[in-house]
C-alpha cells in the first residue's frame, strides 16, 4: 500500500503528458493529471492540427486556379472565415472530449487545475486541495514569445491566430522559423495580403541551404512580400488610420483566377479590434500593417511552478534541466516535451512520455532516442528533412551529395514555375546516407518513409537497388546516379 494519494502525478494535458499517464495507468500505476487549460495542450488545441486544418484551407485557392487549367469550370466564392473557424473549433471540441475520454478510459483521475510543485512529493492545485504522488512528472510545453520590444504587446502570435473575428486585409509576421513561414503561405493562400520580415540572411535557419533557399523562392512567387535582414525598429498603433473593412485584389490575381472569378472571391478583411499598426523596418521603410504576427521562438512553461520548491534545475532558456531518462536533479520528479527544450516536436514528447513509463514503470530503463528525427514544415511547397544538412555533414565528413530540382510533371502540365527538390547527402566513405532534404507538395509524408530508411542506415546503393515507383516526384530519390557534387 502506498503512502502516497497517486504513484505517478501530471502536471500537464498535453500529447506528452496525456500519453504518459495513460500508458502508465494501463501498467496498473494509480495516475492524476492537472491541466489549467484545454485538454490537448498546444499540438491539439493551438499548434499542429489547428495549423494543419488551415494549410489544407488555404490551398484550395491554388487548386481552383490549377484545375480551371486543367479544364475544369470552377466558379470560385469567397474563402469564408467564419465558417471554416467554425468548423475547426467543433473539431477542436472533438478532439479535446476525445483526449477526455481516453484520460477517462484508462482511470487517469483528472483535475482542471493549475498546479504548483510544493515539495519533491507534493502538488498544490488552484483548487485547494494538495495531492502527494511517488513521482511527478511535468510535461507543461512552451508559449510564444514575445520578442521584448517597445509595443511587442500590440502584436498577435499564433496562439491567437485561431481565434480572429476575421482575417486582416494585411499582416506583418516577424520570424524566419517553422511557425513565420507556415503561417506566412496559409494566410497567402486565405488571400490576406503577406509581408514577412526575418532577421537573418535565409529563413528556416538550421535546414539545409539549398531546400530553404528553394522554400523561399517559392513563397516569394507565390505571393508572400519576403524581406530577409529585416526586423521591425519601431511600432505603435496607427489610431487614426481608417480601419473600416476593406477588399482584397490583388494577390488574388497571382493564384490566375479570372476577373470575374477574382470578384466572387473578393471577400471582406478587417483590421484588428485595436485598429491598424505602424510599423518602422530596419531597412528604413514605413508601413500599416492589420495585424502584426510574432512568430519569434516559444519559451518553456516553468514559470510559477513552484520548482525552487524541489531544487529542479533550469538552463540558460528556461527550460528544466534533465538527464537522457528525463529525470531532474530531484529524482522523483521527471519531465518531458517542451518544457525540456530538447527537441520541440509533438512525436519527440510523446516517445519521451513512453521512454519515462519504460524507466519507471517497467523497470526498464530506457533513453530517450533524438537522433535522425524526421520532420516537416508545412510551407507550400512543403519541406521534409531527416538527419544532417549538406553543411553539417560536410563539417563532419567528406560527402557526396545527389540532388535534383525540377517542375512537377502536375505544374509543368500547365506551365506553372513550381519547382521541388529532391537531395541525398552521402557519406564518401561508408556510402550511408546520413540526410534526405525533400521541397515538394506533400513532403512532410515522403520524409516519414525516407525516415524509416536514413534511421535503419540505409546507403545509397540500397537506396538505389529499390525500383522507382513511377511516375511520382519522390522516385528521383532512387534514380540519382551521379553525384552532383562531392564536398
Ligand atoms: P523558431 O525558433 O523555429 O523560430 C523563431 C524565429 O524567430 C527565428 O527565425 C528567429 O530568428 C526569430 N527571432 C527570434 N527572436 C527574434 C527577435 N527578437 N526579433 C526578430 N526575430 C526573432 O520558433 P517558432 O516559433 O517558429 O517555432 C517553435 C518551435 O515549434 C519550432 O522550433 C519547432 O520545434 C516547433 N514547431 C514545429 C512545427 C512542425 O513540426 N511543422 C510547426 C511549428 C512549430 P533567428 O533564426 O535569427 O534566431
Redesign the pocket.
Known amino acids: 500500500m502506498s503512502d502516497f494519494d497517486y504513484d505517478l502525478f501530471v502536471i500537464g494535458g498535453g500529447s506528452g503528458g496525456v500519453r504518459a499517464a495513460r500508458v502508465a495507468a494501463a501498467e496498473g500505476a494509480k495516475v492524476g493529471l492537472a491541466e489549467d487549460d484545454r485538454m490537448g495542450g498546444t499540438c491539439v488545441i493551438r499548434g499542429c492540427v489547428p495549423k494543419k486544418l488551415m494549410v489544407f484551407a488555404s490551398s484550395y485557392r491554388e487548386a481552383m486556379a490549377e484545375a480551371m487549367e486543367y479544364g475544369w469550370t470552377v466558379h470560385a466564392g469567397g474563402f469564408d472565415w467564419p465558417s471554416f473557424q467554425a468548423k475547426l473549433n467543433s473539431e477542436l471540441d472533438r478532439l479535446e472530449s476525445v483526449y477526455r475520454n481516453l484520460l477517462d478510459n484508462s482511470g487517469v483521475q483528472t483535475y482542471d487545475a493549475r498546479a504548483k510543485i510544493k515539495d519533491p512529493h507534493t502538488v498544490s492545485l488552484s483548487t485547494g486541495e494538495d495531492v502527494t504522488a511517488k513521482h511527478i512528472l511535468i510535461a507543461t510545453g512552451g508559449h510564444?514569445a514575445l520578442?521584448?520590444m517597445d509595443n511587442d504587446h500590440l502584436g498577435i502570435t499564433s496562439d491567437d491566430i485561431f481565434h480572429l473575428a476575421e482575417l486582416p486585409k494585411r499582416i506583418l509576421i516577424?520570424?524566419?522559423?517553422?511557425?513565420?513561414c507556415?503561417f506566412a503561405c496559409i494566410l497567402n493562400g486565405m488571400g490576406v495580403d503577406v509581408t514577412q520580415y526575418?532577421?537573418?540572411a535565409q529563413v528556416l535557419?538550421g535546414f539545409d541551404d539549398e531546400a530553404r533557399g528553394l522554400v523561399a523562392e517559392m513563397m516569394a512567387k507565390k505571393g508572400v512580400k519576403l524581406h530577409l535582414g529585416t526586423?521591425i525598429v519601431e511600432m505603435r498603433r496607427q489610431a487614426d488610420v481608417d480601419d473600416t473593412a476593406s477588399t482584397v485584389t490583388g494577390s488574388d490575381a497571382v493564384m490566375g483566377l479570372s476577373a470575374q472569378d477574382e470578384a466572387a472571391m473578393r471577400h471582406t478583411y478587417s483590421a484588428g479590434k485595436g485598429g491598424p499598426i505602424w510599423v518602422k523596418a530596419s531597412n528604413g521603410t514605413t508601413e500599416v500593417f492589420d495585424q502584426v504576427m510574432f512568430?519569434?521562438?516559444?519559451n518553456p512553461n516553468t514559470t510559477d511552478l513552484g520548482l525552487e520548491n524541489a531544487n529542479i534545475d533550469i538552463g540558460r532558456r528556461g527550460e528544466i534541466v534533465v538527464d537522457d531518462y528525463s529525470q531532474t536533479a530531484q529524482p522523483s520528479i521527471y519531465a518531458i516535451g517542451d518544457v525540456t527544450n530538447r527537441v520541440?516536436?509533438t512525436p519527440v514528447a510523446i516517445r519521451e512520455g513512453m521512454a519515462f513509463v519504460e524507466t519507471v514503470f517497467k523497470g526498464n530503463p530506457t533513453k530517450v532516442d533524438h537522433a535522425l528525427i524526421p520532420?516537416?514544415?508545412?510551407t507550400q511547397p512543403e519541406l521534409g528533412t531527416v538527419g544532417l544538412t549538406e553543411e553539417e555533414a560536410r563539417d563532419q565528413e567528406p560527402v557526396d551529395v545527389y540532388c535534383t530540382s525540377f517542375r512537377p510533371m502536375q505544374q509543368a502540365f500547365i506551365d506553372r514555375e513550381d519547382r521541388v527538390l529532391m537531395k541525398l547527402v552521402v557519406s564518401k566513405e561508408t556510402d550511408v546516407v546520413l540526410g534526405c532534404h525533400i521541397v515538394a507538395p506533400a513532403a512532410g509524408e515522403m520524409i516519414q518513409l525516407a525516415g524509416i530508411a536514413v534511421k535503419m542506415g540505409a546507403t545509397k546503393a540500397q537506396f538505389d537497388q529499390v525500383c522507382a515507383v513511377h511516375p511520382t516526384m519522390s522516385e528521383e530519390l532512387v534514380t540519382m546516379k551521379t553525384p552532383m557534387r562531392s564536398a
Open positions: 510564444p520578442p521584448g516577424v520570424g524566419g522559423g517553422f511557425i513565420a507556415e526575418y532577421r537573418g535557419r526586423n512568430a519569434t521562438g516559444r520541440n516536436l520532420s516537416a514544415v508545412f
